[in-house]
């Protein structure tokens, strides 16, 4: 049996990047998926992705997760459509805006951390019910960046920090209920949505100049971790940030 058969994963972010590899990952180990998003397009391109390579059909969740409605009703498409949930991954991100904190905009501000903190709030209030019943797993999609510190990049640094705290309080709270919570940390990933953002090539080299493994990453790469933490591999890790970054922040 693969890791993931009989089990039902939700994913945000999963029209695109990281959340696109992680539920294609998961979906090849067997995995049920709920792919969540703000545009439906994205999602049934997943979707479809996930169906040519063999996996079981998905099923689609649209809405904005920084409100507690759309969140609420995600988890619960799960329920309606397989009775369960065991996994819950949290990959949703935006598009930096890269600015100093004195100008970086209040909407900026807000936005980043609707997308990456609120919104886990608001899924795990959701699901914490439905994962307890049979001990599931939590994965929040973090960055190095709450451990480095960048010019520019306060807002996020910030809003993946909270995330970090978040994995480790929630870790201990939900750990009694057999709810393991973790958080990946990457580094520079090649996606669409990076490749498109001003100056790539340049913060690209940058990165690859610092990172002992000379390059940027790739999300199969953090698809991989994720599927780890959320696996029975890693039933003895909880709390834990995960770094994925070619060792960038060591060096």
Not at 4 to 28: H, M, P, Q, W
Not at 106 to 112: G, L, V
Not at 148 to 159: D, E, Q, R, T, V
Request: aromatic share 4%; charged share 20%; glycine share 12%.
């Amino acid at each position: 049996m693969a890791r993931f058969d009989d089990r039902v994963c939700l994913v945000t972010g999963a029209g695109s990047g990281i959340g696109a590899a992680i539920a294609r990952r998961l979906a090849r180990e067997g995995a049920r998926l709920v792919l969540c998003g703000r545009r439906e397009p994205p999602l049934a391109a997943t979707a479809a992705a996930i169906a040519a390579g063999g996996g079981a059909p998905a099923v689609i969740a649209t809405g904005d997760l920084a409100d507690p409605a759309p969140a609420a009703a995600a988890v619960a498409h799960a329920k309606r459509a397989f009775g369960r949930l065991d996994g819950l991954v949290h990959a949703a991100g935006d598009v930096v805006r890269a600015d100093a904190l004195a100008t970086t905009r209040d909407a900026d501000w807000n936005t980043t951390f609707d997308v990456h903190v609120r919104a886990l709030q608001y899924l795990l209030r959701a699901a914490t019910p439905l994962l307890a019943e049979r001990g599931g797993a939590i994965v929040a999609i973090a960055s190095n960046l709450a451990r480095i510190g960048l010019p520019g990049l306060a807002a996020y640094s910030a809003a993946k920090g909270a995330v970090t705290s978040l994995v480790r309080a929630l870790a201990v709270e939900l750990g009694p209920a057999g709810i393991r919570v973790n958080a990946l940390l990457p580094g520079l990933i090649e996606t669409g949505a990076t490749r498109s953002a001003p100056g790539w090539e340049a913060n690209a080299r940058g990165f690859a100049a610092r990172a002992p493994l000379r390059r940027v990453g790739q999300p199969d790469e953090v698809a991989a971790a994720a599927a780890f933490l959320l696996s029975d591999d890693a039933a003895f890790i909880t709390g834990t940030g995960l770094v994925i970054d070619g060792g960038a922040s060591i060096s």
